[in-house]
């Protein structure tokens, strides 16, 4: 058995700097280890925050801390999720791919979450700028198991359509179609 001086210190904020240049040189692997455990479920405020556009900037964050050679220069962060987007689908950026894979799945059970809670028999709208974005990746086999994956309530959330309102007015016209039927 090698032996070795292991010495212990105080850490002081004008260590800020090596404690950063430290964590950047870990591997994501290590990192993982280290920092994070399994969760089984989030808090709604939790979900709340994967699930926005800010929130693929959080998880792209977490999944790609090195700069993506995609995104260089990288753009202004109300533009970062849309760019990251396209970063994964259309420049096929592996990191970027699989940033938007965690935040579909994320979508996909925050949607069958509010399915569920409104009891959307009708079906279950999408709105909003991020989901025509991602059409492609909505798509993808995880959005859906996520959304189903609601046991016990299986049955009933297997037979909720989901769609994905591509029109940029549609906020508006409802507004106007409520007016006009005071
Ligand atoms: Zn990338």
């Not at 016990?152 to 769609?163: C, E, Q, Y």
Request: charged share 15%.
């Amino acid at each position: 058995m090698s032996e070795a001086a292991v010495s212990f210190a105080r850490v002081r904020p004008g260590d800020a700097e090596a404690v950063q240049e430290f964590v950047r040189g870990l591997s994501l692997e290590s990192r993982r280890e280290r920092f994070f455990a399994p969760v089984s479920e989030l808090t709604p405020g939790q979900l709340e925050r994967v699930v926005s556009g800010p929130g693929i900037a959080h998880i792209h964050r977490l999944l790609h801390p090195h700069q993506c050679p995609t995104l260089t220069p990288l753009p202004p962060a109300a533009d970062l999720p849309a760019a990251i987007s396209r970063a994964a689908l259309e420049a096929g950026c592996p990191e970027c791919n699989r940033t938007l894979e965690v935040f579909v799945s994320a979508y996909g059970a925050a949607a069958g979450n509010l399915a569920l809670t409104v009891l959307a028999t009708g079906g279950l709208y999408l709105g909003g700028g991020i989901a025509p974005c991602i059409l492609a990746a909505l798509r993808w086999p995880v959005f859906m198991q996520s959304f189903l994956e609601k046991s016990p309530m299986d049955a009933l959330i297997g037979r909720i359509p989901v769609k994905v309102i591509m029109n940029p007015g549609a906020g508006l016209l409802g507004a106007a179609t409520f007016v006009s039927r005071q």
